[in-house]
């Protein structure tokens, strides 16, 4: 019902735009993909190289971190066609995360063990040649992307996630590891040679996973969505049961205020949660709750109750969210569902929306339940997605809004950078 609902919803809003025609000199898709009613898509380019995170300047140019090769800048037409392409920043270590200050005199870009800024020309969109090391310290073993967000009402404070070292990472469970943690750093009073990721900023959350996909509701609060466990299992009587296919979730996690700590657990690397509660069949679990693997006297299901932050929303196992954005409405969240790789049949390889409600209070949040499994809808999707792979279908990463109120979506496996839109 929600997912009719919105999608209805998403039509009605739909702008009276044109429907595009093809870029001029770009492939036709790879894959065939499907958009949900209202909206429409193209493909503006070809040829990327693992292009992952993306932000526009104010004169529309389009900044695209390219992994293994740096920051590529992209100048568009009025139907939002690439029509010129040039390598600004040539740096192999960048891999993900990038962002520009508000005032946009400096672009800020992350590799798997620091942040680096450079001078940015708004007018002109010209790069300073010179690097200054911002931030570093990060671990680079285990998930290796740090995405970077800046608080649109504090233009001083750099948000930067960092993943776990491996799939159950054990000592991240002290937030004094700096893993599976987001941080927050003051960048108005940055030392000279850079703070050190670990030692220096506050918490933003921890015991997050991966929680590589950031952004901020129209509160300023945070939002991020997390990429959960693979191969777990669930001691049920005395015996190891498989539970992987279906969990544990995925999850959209609320994060809060950024200007002070936040010094509360996210669950990981021992609470996590519950997609399909016919799996874990020792207890009568719902949607969203948090369980662990292996139940003991010292913790168990009730300590995850008790002592762990729950997600807002959960997702389908092994969908690997990777890019959120709100719309300028912020009545619906936009995540890149990347695609599973420990999961038969595949999930994933698509673009969902999360519509979002204002309560009475003022605060946003899912209009769907923390127990719901349909708090989401398809927006961009395979025709068959449990036949998808990485050579069969796109695996979305990046999200990017222009002025026109377009969404860009670009995919690292395929190189491929799609415009999606409403008419």
Request: glycine share 8%; charged share 15%; with cysteine.
């Amino acid at each position: 019902m929600l997912r009719v609902a919105a999608v209805l919803l998403m039509a009605m809003k739909a702008s009276s735009q044109s429907i595009l025609e093809p870029c001029p000199g770009v492939p036709a898709p790879l894959y065939p993909y499907n958009t949900a009613p209202g909206w429409s898509y193209i493909k503006v380019a070809d040829g990327l190289s693992n292009p992952r995170d993306l932000i526009f300047d104010s004169q529309g140019r389009l900044l695209i971190v390219q992994k293994g090769v740096g920051v590529s800048q992209h100048s568009l037409d009025l139907n939002g066609c690439v029509t010129n392409t040039s390598l600004v920043v040539s740096d192999a270590n960048l891999n993900h995360g990038i962002r520009l200050s508000p005032d946009e005199k400096t672009l800020y870009a992350s590799s798997a063990s620091s942040v680096f800024s450079w001078t940015y020309d708004p007018t002109t969109g010209s790069v300073g040649p010179d690097s200054t090391r911002v931030i570093s310290g990060m671990a680079t073993s285990g998930h290796s992307t740090r995405t970077l967000v800046m608080s649109p009402h504090r233009p001083d404070l750099l948000v930067v996630s960092h993943g776990s070292n491996a799939n159950i990472d054990e000592d991240s469970s002290d937030p004094q590891t700096a893993r599976a943690i987001v941080k927050v750093f003051n960048i108005s009073s940055t030392p000279a040679d850079g703070y050190d990721f670990v030692s220096e900023g506050w918490n933003a959350g921890y015991g997050l996973r991966n929680e590589v996909g950031l952004a901020f509701d129209g509160n300023n609060m945070l939002w991020g969505v997390e990429n959960s466990a693979d191969d777990l299992s669930r001691q049920i009587n005395g015996t190891s049961v498989d539970i992987h296919i279906d969990n544990p979730a995925e999850e959209l996690n609320f994060l809060g205020d950024v200007t002070s700590p936040n010094n509360d657990w996210y669950g990981y690397p021992e609470c996590f949660t519950i997609w399909d509660p016919s799996q874990v069949a020792d207890r009568a679990f719902q949607v969203g709750e948090q369980f662990v693997q292996v139940p003991t006297v010292d913790f168990d299901d009730d300590s995850c109750a008790r002592d762990s932050v729950p997600p807002a929303l959960s997702f389908q196992a092994h969908s690997a969210p990777l890019g959120c954005k709100f719309d300028s409405s912020y009545s619906n969240l936009f995540v890149t569902m990347h695609g599973s790789w420990d999961r038969q049949p595949p999930t994933g390889y698509k673009v969902v929306a999360v519509p979002f409600t204002q309560g009475d209070d003022g605060s946003y949040g899912p209009t769907a339940a923390s127990s719901s499994n349909e708090g989401s809808f398809d927006v961009f999707y395979p025709p068959d997605e449990a036949q998808c792979s990485s050579s069969t279908c796109i695996r979305p990463v990046g999200l990017a809004f222009d002025g026109a109120g377009r969404l860009y979506v670009t995919s690292d496996a395929s190189g491929e950078l799609f415009l999606l839109y409403t008419g």
